[in-house]
């Protein structure tokens, strides 16, 4: 997943000449050298040096906020060229869950109740600057692995030559939180990736506040818990019924489409907000 703005955006490159300030520097070399000599305070010099500061300082400023203005008109024609896509709106109205998402923060929750189940997915746009190689390491040489058994050298050179690669979806983290009245809370993490949710860990805790673990007192307490075995290595139905214990929950390929969407769309709108934020504190 990456982010709209960074296609076909140039970023001009300004050349500082020098020559001009080292003429200066020499025709000031004389001056120097007698500077000794002057009885004279140094007041007169030490203002221009003040008043040349703060004259570039004012043209900095200038034109560090003609660059945010020209920044947030992109924004604004991408916004015009580029609308909410429908497939946001419709989940939003006709999705099982309820959307918590306040302006400035990168997080997004998602709320439901399910029987006497309360049911929270939390989700942040910092992962759409996620390194998707980096993330993905052990799947892809797992991956790699099963290729160099199938087939020949020759025939893998053709296929990479002769098509276009796939493009790599960037994984989004899912933190889900399944609560019980007086059982506590059943804690998944899963990862979003190609429209698919994949579950990585699955832990119960008879406390349910060390699922959400806000203060650095819960974090700790929880460290000492036992986490649970690695998911992938539980029995292949078990997974299965996993899987399907967060489908009938609504926690499906419907909710792994929406979520890539809805954290591009709020990262575009958090972005533009940065800028109108940065350039009203450097113009006042």
Same mark, same amino acid.
Request: net charge negative; no cysteine; proline share 8%.
């Given at each position: 997943m990456i982010s709209i703005r960074s296609i076909g955006r140039a970023t001009p490159k300004y050349l500082i000449c020098t020559s001009s300030s080292r003429?200066? !520097? &020499? %025709? %000031? #070399? =004389?001056? #120097? &050298?007698? #500077?000794w000599k002057l009885p004279q305070s140094h007041v007169s010099f030490s203002t221009s040096i003040t008043k040349n500061s703060k004259t570039k300082s004012k043209h900095g400023d200038s034109e560090l906020i003609a660059k945010l203005s020209s920044e947030i008109q992109f924004e604004n024609e991408m916004k015009e060229d580029f609308s909410q896509p429908t497939s946001i709106k419709d989940y939003l109205e006709n999705g099982p869950f309820d !959307? !918590?998402?306040e302006p400035g923060k990168e997080e997004v929750i998602l709320t439901r109740t399910y029987g006497q189940e309360k049911i929270q997915i939390t989700f942040s746009i910092s992962d759409i600057n996620m390194d998707p190689d980096a993330d993905m390491s052990d799947r892809a040489f797992?991956?790699?692995e099963e290729e160099e058994g199938e087939g020949s050298p020759g025939e893998h050179k053709n296929s990479d030559e002769g098509g276009e690669e796939d493009d790599i979806s960037v994984p989004v983290r899912l933190h889900i939180v399944v609560e019980k009245p007086g059982k506590g809370a059943l804690v998944i993490d899963s990862v979003i990736q190609d429209s698919m949710v994949m579950i990585e860990s699955c832990l119960h805790y008879e406390n349910p506040e060390h699922a959400y673990a806000k203060t650095s007192e819960q974090f700790h307490e929880r460290q000492d818990l036992?986490?649970? =075995?690695?998911f992938a290595n539980l029995d292949e139905e078990l997974q299965v019924l996993f899987e399907r214990y967060l489908d009938e929950r609504g926690i499906n390929t419907a909710l792994a489409i929406f979520v890539p969407e809805y954290i591009n769309m709020k990262e575009q709108r958090e972005y533009a907000r940065w800028l109108k934020n940065i350039k009203n504190f450097v113009e006042t």
């Open positions: 003429t200066n !520097i &020499q %025709r %000031r #070399l =004389p001056f #120097l &050298q007698s #500077l !959307i !918590i998402d797992d991956a790699e036992y986490a649970g =075995p690695v």
